[in-house]
T-cell receptor, first 114, second 115 residues
Framework: GENVEQHPSTLSVQEGDSAVIKCTYS??????FPWYKQELGKGPQLIID?????GEKKDQRIAVTLNKTAKHFSLHITETQPEDSAVYFC?????????????FGTGTQLKVEL | DTGVSQDPRHKITKRGQNVTFRCDPI?????LYWYRQTLGQGPEFLTY????????KSRLLSDRFSAERPKGSFSTLEIQRTEQGDSAMYLC?????????????FGPGTRLTVL
């Protein structure tokens, strides 16, 4: 089955700096890669996703890049703000079209310091 | 608020008791997923439904666990004879089956504590 590794487990940045979280996956058939943000006591919230036919996707301060050959994908947050502090999870899935189970990484605790 | 609701939000039970959780997905979503999340880990897939059909179950889902989605709307997850190792956050997610989309929206979870 799919295995997703995520690094780093904790990340501390100064407000306004950029943050990068990296994930690798094992199953070359995986073609859908979402990123979730989870705040304390809440369920994961989808923040951005990317499919294997695209190398990069951007949404305001958040971007995701995908390297299918290396089986790497990364989350980039620019101009970090205190409200970005949370746990971030990457996930991977083989989606034939319409949905399938997600395999998650172990999470990155991001702390944005003033 | 994603529109996925779960009840109860917290459940404390004694070892050996049965518990049941409910998930109400976003109304037009025909796929419903259950995941389990332990402290410091990412969610782990348990099972999922398309409408009322249960399409896949993880090996994590022992025979003490059963899930239903009788009318293709809300779902229930029952754990019989709970064990301390069942203590976790149980998350429900839903998605709309349509070509090219797999966005899963999660509910707030039910936190189970088995004493």
């Amino acid at each position: 089955g799919e295995n997703v590794e995520q690094h780093p487990s904790t990340l501390s940045v100064q407000e306004g700096d950029s943050a990068v979280i990296k994930c690798t996956y094992s199953d070359s058939a995986s073609n859908y890669f979402p990123w979730y943000k989870q705040e304390l006591g809440k369920g994961p919230q989808l923040i951005i996703d990317i499919r294997s036919n695209v190398g990069e996707k951007k949404d305001q301060r958040i971007a995701v890049t995908l390297n299918k050959t290396a089986k790497h994908f990364s989350l980039h947050i620019t101009e970090t703000q205190p409200e970005d502090s949370a746990v971030y999870f990457c996930a991977a899935s083989f989606d034939p079209g319409g949905g399938n189970k997600l395999t998650f990484g172990t999470g990155t605790q991001l702390k944005v310091e003033l | 608020d994603t529109g996925v609701s779960q009840d109860p939000r917290h459940k404390i039970t004694k070892r050996g008791q049965n518990v049941t959780f409910r998930c109400d997905p976003i109304s037009e979503h025909n796929r419903l997923y259950w995941y389990r999340q332990t402290l410091g880990q990412g969610p782990e897939f348990l099972t999922y439904f398309q409408n009322e059909a249960q399409l896949e179950k993880s090996r994590l889902l022992s025979d003490r666990f059963s899930a239903e989605r009788p009318k293709g709307s809300f779902s229930t997850l029952e754990i019989q004879r709970t064990e301390q190792g069942d203590s976790a956050m149980y998350l429900c997610a839903s998605s709309f089956l349509t070509s090219g989309r797999n966005e899963q929206f999660f509910g707030p979870g039910t936190r189970l504590t088995v004493l």
